[in-house]
């Protein structure tokens, strides 16, 4: 009787143990989606990670987010949980855009995304074109107004979604 009370208690307790987060799995999107004033013709274009039409880094339009990140970058990978969970919830009100840079080969780009729970459009600098307007070292996350004014540039790691939500609202306007 006592093993078959432990038994019972032990399964309900097994129950009650908390359980790992299950992990979003991400999806390479294409970029036609992301804003860009179409009459410039002249900047330093990018493809897109999904291989259609890339864009001009200077045409791009916001309010959005632009995060510049790589597959080899461990502070990106520290951050990378914190644009999932902001961009659950910032979607339908600011663009979130990546950009994979010194990449070796684009499918170091999409095995990433895919991995960590990307379901927003991610450019690829195939030609390391971007680091002269970037500049050096990732992550850095550029936030850009509707007539495409960087409006702020946070060098490092974000730390927290809060901290997104907050540079979102001060530097965009965008409440989220």
């Known amino acids: 009787m006592k093993r078959a009370l432990i038994v019972i208690a032990s399964l ?26 179409k009459a410039i013709i002249e900047g330093i274009s990018v493809e897109c990670v999904d291989g259609s039409a890339g864009a001009l880094i200077e045409s791009l339009r916001g ?17 990378m949980p914190e644009f ?29 995304i895919e991995e960590h729970g990307m379901t927003w459009p991610n450019f690829y600098d195939r030609e390391n074109k971007t680091r002269g307007y970037f500049g050096m ?19 490092g790691v974000i730390k927290s979604e809060q901290e997104l939500i907050d540079l979102t609202a001060e530097h965009l306007g965008v409440e989220i």
């Open 84 to 112: 999932v969970s902001f961009y659950g919830k910032a979607k339908d009100k600011v663009q979130l855009v990546g950009v994979a840079v010194e990449e070796v080969d684009p499918a170091d780009s999409r095995r990433f």
């Open 63 to 79: 309010p959005m987010v632009l995060n510049v990140w790589g597959s080899w970058c461990t502070s990106c990978l520290a951050e």
């Open 137 to 155: 070292g990732v992550p850095v996350t550029w936030f850009i107004d509707a007539e495409g004014k960087v409006t702020f540039k946070k060098i």
């Open 12 to 37: 309900i307790l097994a129950g009650c143990s908390v359980s790992e987060p299950v992990a979003i799995k991400g999806e390479v999107i294409s970029c036609g989606s992301v804003t860009s004033e």
